[in-house]
């Protein structure tokens, strides 16, 4: 312990070197104090001799320079100057008028710029320079100075050539003086340093029978006689206290003690050997400052410490007795200290104390563990019991009681309520003896006849290796409440929350396994895509609660058509599938599609409405439309989304055509995103005229797209994906914008009257914000929302037409006109088409194309002109291509007349040269 090492006596040096050193070192102070004032003074001499001297110089040159200022000569006054090239400390000189001009100058090999002027006191010295000037007089009229600069650099030359001979001086006396004053000191010192030397022997080595040799001096006699005698008397109490030391070592040691003696008075404590070897110290015995000694204990136990050890001196009764811990290789050591008050003043104040020094740590950190060991026996949330050899209970802990309602008493000697069972435990047996260990789960009653599940674990404890194990330690879990949190975990991550139907992830799960069992047993299934009709606006209309219940309902449905073997899940939404194990043909994939669309057909009962939905199905089989999971959903949605498209409540097997027709309709998307992106839709106008003057009244805004390797796509194609991709919005307001942007610009043309219509797709009037976007587009362009026409389609206004004429009034209230397109095509109610707000009705192109073959087609669209005329609304003939098919609309008054007889649709470009140009002269000519 490094605390310790600083109490060991340090080694000084010989007595006969420190008198040696003394008598040197101070001669060496002496003469270099007197070398030291020799160069003060040999400096301060040069420079009052070079300062005299340059003065001198000064005044000479200053003599001899009168006659060459006052007569200009500057030859005579260059002879001056360079005269005084003989002086070697001069490096500058100088003659210089009143004006302070420089009449003649000199420099002695001096690079400095230096600026002459004139020295009032004459001379001054600064640095190692010395600067001096002298008036030039003439007749007592002064008419210059002259000015020399002079250096000291030879002072320091000089200077270092006498230290460097003072110091060879010194170095050879050193050489000389050591030998003589260390040998004459020796003489002197010789019988003092033999004493010294036996002292130290005696010190190291302990050994008292040494003794000091008689000297010639007589006074130092006197002291080797004194010296002799105590070491004699020590020998004989050393022997003395050795013995009585070895016994009580002795004794100590069986008990792994050491001593330990504190001097109060002194505060130093004094440790044996065997206290140094507890303590791990390099060491014998120590004697430590008790400062020292407390600097060791734990910071945590040394107020402690102290308080009881004041306390305990102040009123010694009984013995001394503390524990603490005390640092020792880097580690914490426990220590107890026991002791007494061994030594009194004569007034009765404790002086010393002795005691026992005993290493604690390990009986500590025992006694420590067992009670650890037993806090969490009876602290352990699992109940914990042990067991002899039979089984039978020895102990248990509080947590038993609390999970098995058995008290200890109860239980005592008795074998576990589980262990009943002959079977189960010679399993036991057998598992423990081979591997020490048994685990398992176990249901089980409590005390109270209340269920439970716990986890059981046995572990053997031996006391030697021949025996099998000598106790056996039961743990048990109550695993109750995790089993159940399992099983709903399960449920959550597995089953649908709503229908109790498996959601996707076991979907797909439970698809691959039964997939390679049909691979590996060659077996056919069929795999049902389930989407259901007019599920949106069960939602829509009834609320999400209805369509939970109808959900709920339909789950129950499907399920009544099903075999054990089969199996149902919920995907997502409205969307469910089915799984037909070992079929033996596509035939029993039919059946059960069409029993489930029967089934459908029955209204579904809900609180205060019904509700009427349909089932779109696709189906693929294995294997042959394909051999995985992924490919076989995909090519049962494929089949599905067929059925949905060819008038929904049907059902479709999968076949390659359909996936044609699917991956047609996913390059549309693909290829219609970047169309949108890049502006690549245009808008063509087709005219509407008026049948009787030939005016064109306006134009129909309609939508193509032609694509650079795809050709022309057809409006019906590109805005149906546009619906189901959820780009419809875009498309429409693009469409909108443009159409408007070239009303105005037809407008500011000159043709202020001119209309026209914009179609709305039945997706975009769906949006609950398309009347705010078409009003902002009608703001941002400034277009007059009165020359603006929206076509729905008949379909559109009759799918909810309470909706649709709460619609209707707010887009009514924007200014604009509203058409139904495609009349006669759909179903409509005359009763809410005498509610709705609309303008004008648009005879479906089917039925002016059938005018001069059908006769009923010629009825129906002279009641559709008559009625809408009835109902106050103008009406549009479009698909009008023969002079025939004009007439039959002129003689119904019909109002507006669209159609390839007059015009297909043109661009931009060609609807304003139409506008600009006489081209109704062919029709009236």
């Not at 200022?69 to 500057?74: A, E, G, P, R, V």
């Not at 210089?96 to 230096?114: H, L, P, Q």
């Not at 290493?359 to 806090?375: G, R």
């Not at 095509?825 to 303008?839: A, E, H, K, M, Q």
Request: charged share 25%; net charge negative; aromatic share 8%.
């Amino acid at each position: 312990m490094q605390v310790f090492s600083q109490h060991k006596r340090k080694t000084g040096r010989p007595l006969q070197h420190s008198i040696s050193y003394i008598l040197i070192l101070t001669g060496t102070i002496a003469l270099f104090l007197a070398f030291a004032a020799f160069i003060a003074y040999d400096s301060l001499s040069y420079r009052q001799d070079l300062t005299q001297h340059s003065t001198t110089i000064t005044l000479v040159a200053a003599k001899n320079s009168q006659q060459a200022l006052s007569n200009q000569d500057l030859s005579s006054a260059n002879n001056i100057m360079n005269s005084l090239a003989n002086f070697h400390f001069i490096r500058y000189a100088a003659i210089i008028d009143n004006e302070g001009e420089i009449f003649s100058e000199f420099y002695n090999n001096w690079d400095r710029a230096v600026v002459p002027r004139t020295i009032t006191l004459g001379t001054i010295v600064r640095d190692n320079l010395i600067e001096s000037s002298h008036p030039i007089f003439v007749n007592n009229n002064k008419i210059g100075d002259v000015y020399v600069l002079s250096d000291l650099d030879r002072l320091a030359t000089r200077q270092l050539n006498i230290i460097f001979i003072g110091l060879v001086i010194f170095a050879i006396a050193l050489v000389v003086t050591i030998p003589i004053v260390h040998r004459k000191t020796r003489i002197i010192l010789k019988p003092i340093v033999n004493l010294i030397t036996l002292v130290t022997d005696i010190t190291k080595n302990k050994n008292f029978s040494l003794r000091a040799s008689s000297s010639d001096i007589s006074e130092l006699n006197y002291l080797v006689e004194g010296v002799n005698g105590m070491l004699e008397e020590i020998s004989q109490v050393e022997d003395a206290l050795l013995k009585s030391e070895e016994r009580l070592s002795l004794a100590l040691l069986g008990g792994s003690e050491g001593i330990w003696d504190l001097d109060i008075a002194k505060q130093e404590i004094y440790l044996d050997k065997y206290s140094c070897n507890i303590l791990a110290l390099d060491q014998d015995e120590a004697l430590v400052p008790f400062e020292q000694w407390q600097q060791i204990i734990h910071p945590d136990d040394l107020k402690r410490v102290k308080q009881y050890s004041k306390q305990y001196i102040s009123d010694p009764v009984g013995s001394y007795y503390v524990e603490f811990r005390v640092v020792c290789d880097n580690s914490w050591l426990r220590l107890k200290l026991c002791g007494k008050i061994t030594q009194l003043s004569s007034k009765a104040i404790p002086l010393r104390m002795t005691g026992t020094l005993q290493d604690i740590t390990k009986a500590n950190l025992a006694e420590e563990q067992v009670k650890l060991y037993a806090s969490v026996f009876d602290n352990t949330s699992d109940a914990i019991a042990i067991l002899d050899q039979q089984f039978n209970v020895i102990a248990t802990n509080l947590a038993f009681k609390e999970i098995t309602n058995y008290s200890s008493a109860e239980i005592d000697n008795k074998k576990l309520a589980v262990l009943q069972d002959i079977s189960l435990l010679e399993e036991i047996e057998k598992q423990l003896i081979k591997t020490g260990q048994w685990c398992g789960e176990i249901n089980d009653q409590r005390k109270n006849s209340n269920d439970y599940i716990f986890e059981l674990a046995l572990n053997t404890v031996k006391h030697t290796e021949q025996q099998p194990y000598s106790y056996v330690v039961a743990v048990f879990s109550d695993i109750t409440e995790r089993k159940k949190n399992e099983d709903e975990l399960y449920l959550m991550a597995n089953f649908d929350p709503l229908t109790k139907l498996p959601n996707r992830a076991m979907f797909h799960d439970y698809f691959a396994k039964t997939l390679k069992k049909a691979k590996r047993k060659h077996q056919q299934l069929a795999l049902l895509f389930i989407d259901l009709d007019k599920f949106k606006h069960v939602n829509d209309t009834l609320g999400h609660g209805a369509g939970d219940t109808v959900l709920t309902l339909a789950a129950q449905r499907m399920q009544l058509h099903l075999r054990e073997t089969d199996f149902i899940a919920r995907l997502s939404g409205d969307e469910f599938t089915i799984i037909l194990e070992d079929i033996s043909d596509q035939r029993q994939a039919e059946v059960v599609a069409r029993k489930i669309q029967q089934d459908f057909q029955q209204e579904f009962s809900l609180d205060n409405a019904t509700a009427h939905i349909g089932t779109s199905i696709g189906i693929s089989t294995y294997p042959n439309d394909g051999t995985t999971p992924d490919q076989l959903l995909k090519q049962a949605d494929t089949a599905m989304y067929h059925a949905k498209s060819n008038g929904r409540n049907s059902f479709h097997f999968f076949n390659k055509a359909m996936n044609i027709q699917a991956e047609r309709r996913n390059l549309i998307e693909h290829e219609l995103h970047k169309a949108l992106e890049k502006n690549q839709i245009t808008i063509d106008y087709q005219p509407k005229i008026n049948p009787y003057s030939y005016k064109i009244l306006g134009f129909e805004a309609l939508a193509r797209w032609h694509h650079a390797t795809l050709g022309t796509i057809s409006p019906i194609e590109f805005i149906a994906v546009a619906e189901e991709a959820g780009l419809i919005k875009e498309l429409g307001r693009y469409i909108f914008k443009s159409a408007c942007l070239q009303l105005k610009t037809w407008h500011q043309l000159g043709y202020s009257e001119l209309e026209v219509a914009i179609n709305v797709s039945a997706r975009e009037f769906q949006l609950s914000d398309y009347p705010l976007e078409m009003a902002a587009i009608i703001e941002q362009t400034g277009v007059n929302p009165k020359f603006i026409e929206l076509e729905l389609t008949e379909s559109i206004v009759m799918d909810r037409p309470e909706q649709t004429a709460l619609m209707l009034d707010v887009i009514k209230n924007l200014g604009v006109t509203l058409s139904i397109d495609d009349f006669g095509t759909g179903y409509s109610s005359l009763s809410y088409l005498r509610r709705l707000p609309v303008d004008i009705l648009k005879v479906d192109q089917s039925f002016v194309r059938e005018l001069e073959t059908d006769e009923n087609t010629a009825a129906i669209a002279k009641a559709i002109v008559s009625m809408a005329h009835n109902l106050k609304l103008k009406v549009v003939a479009e698909g009008v291509e023969t002079i025939e098919q004009l007439e039959f609309f002129k003689q119904l008054k019909c109002e507006i007349i669209q159609g390839y007889y007059f015009s297909p649709p043109l661009s931009p470009e060609n609807a304003t040269l139409m506008l600009s140009s006489d081209w109704a002269i062919k029709f009236t000519g």
